[in-house]
C-alpha cells in the first residue's frame, strides 16, 4: 500500500499531462505536479533545485506549490526539430527529496485540451478586462501573460475575472451534472514571487452577467501582497468536467498574470 500522505516534509513532483498541436502546427507540452504534503505549501527558487535542461533552467515553471495535485498549470513549448527520442527532464528538489521527470512527444502522449470529442465540448473563456484579450484552454505561459498589474504592500489589489462557457459536459445524455454545481469554477493562487500571497476567497464564486455564450460570469477576489517586487499569479478556469477534465484532458483554461508591487 502506498504510504499515507504527511501534512509537510514530503516531495514535490513534476507531472506530464502529455503534448498537444497548436494552430500553426508547433507542439507544447502540458504539465502540472503533484506535492506530496497535504499542508505544506513550498517555495523552490529557479535554479538547481527546479530546473528543466536542457535550455533552461528557466522554461517558465512555477516556484510556488501549492498542496496535492495540480493539473495542467503551464506548458512548454517545443523546438520545431523536437524528436520523438529527444526530451526535455524537470527536476525538483523539496524537503531534500529530488524527483525528475522526462517530457517527450510520444504519439501515447498526445492530447486534445481544447475540444473534447465526444460532445465538442470547450474550455472556458478567461478575460481580465471587460475589453482586454481572451483566453481559451489550458496555456499558461510566463513568456505571453494574460494580463498586467500594478499593486502596492499597502493596499489589497482586486483582481477582476469575466468568464463564459458553453456549459457542455462529457456524459451519455450531454446534460449537465446533478445538483448545484455551477458551469465554471474559478481558483487564484501564487505562481512565483517574493513574498506571500493571500487572497480573500481564491475561490470566488461567479456572479452571472449578460453575455453571448450559454453561461456568462464575473468574479472579484482581493489580493494582498506581504513585499514588493515582481509577483505572478496563476488562474485555472474549471468547467463540468472538474479538476483535470475528469479524466478527459480536457476543458479546463489557465492563465498567468503579473503584477508590480510597490513598497
Known amino acids: 500500500m502506498p504510504a499515507p500522505r504527511r501534512g509537510s516534509g514530503d516531495s514535490v513532483t513534476g507531472a506530464f499531462e502529455g503534448w498537444f ?3 500553426d502546427g508547433s507542439r507544447s507540452f502540458l504539465i502540472g505536479y503533484y ?17 528543466i535542461e536542457p535550455g533552461g533552467p528557466d522554461l517558465g515553471q ?3 506549490f501549492l498542496p496535492g495535485r495540480q493539473w495542467g498549470m503551464f506548458i512548454v513549448n517545443t523546438p520545431k ?14 524537503n531534500g527529496q529530488s524527483t525528475s521527470i522526462p517530457l ?14 465526444a460532445v465538442n465540448n470547450t474550455p472556458p473563456v478567461l478575460r481580465f478586462d471587460t475589453a482586454g484579450k481572451t483566453t481559451q484552454g489550458p496555456v499558461a505561459n510566463i513568456a505571453a501573460a494574460a494580463a498586467a498589474m500594478t499593486a502596492s504592500v499597502s493596499a489589497p489589489m482586486p483582481l477582476n475575472v469575466w468568464a463564459s462557457d458553453d456549459m ?13 454545481r455551477t458551469p465554471v469554477t474559478v481558483r487564484w493562487s501564487k505562481y512565483r514571487g517574493p513574498g506571500a ?11 452571472k452577467v449578460p ?29 463540468y468536467s472538474g479538476d483535470g477534465g475528469g479524466g478527459f484532458g480536457c476543458c479546463w483554461t489557465t492563465a498567468v498574470v503579473k503584477v508590480s508591487v510597490k513598497p
Open 62 to 64: 512555477p516556484t510556488h
Open 21 to 23: 498541436y497548436n494552430p
Open 81 to 94: 526539430d523536437f524528436k520523438p527520442t529527444d526530451s526535455f527532464v524537470w527536476t525538483l528538489v523539496a
Open 211 to 239: 453575455g453571448s455564450a450559454a453561461f456568462n460570469g464575473k468574479a472579484t477576489v482581493n489580493a494582498k501582497f506581504s513585499e514588493p517586487g515582481d509577483y505572478m499569479l496563476h488562474i485555472t478556469g474549471n468547467d
Open 104 to 117: 517527450r512527444v510520444k504519439s501515447d502522449y498526445v492530447m486534445s485540451p481544447f475540444a473534447e470529442i
Open 35 to 51: 506535492n506530496r504534503n497535504s499542508q505544506q505549501e513550498i517555495d523552490i527558487p529557479i535554479g538547481p533545485n527546479n530546473r
Open 168 to 180: 457542455k459536459y462529457t456524459s451519455g445524455t450531454n446534460a449537465p451534472p446533478s445538483g448545484s
Open 197 to 207: 500571497v493571500t487572497f480573500d476567497k481564491a475561490r470566488p464564486e461567479l456572479e
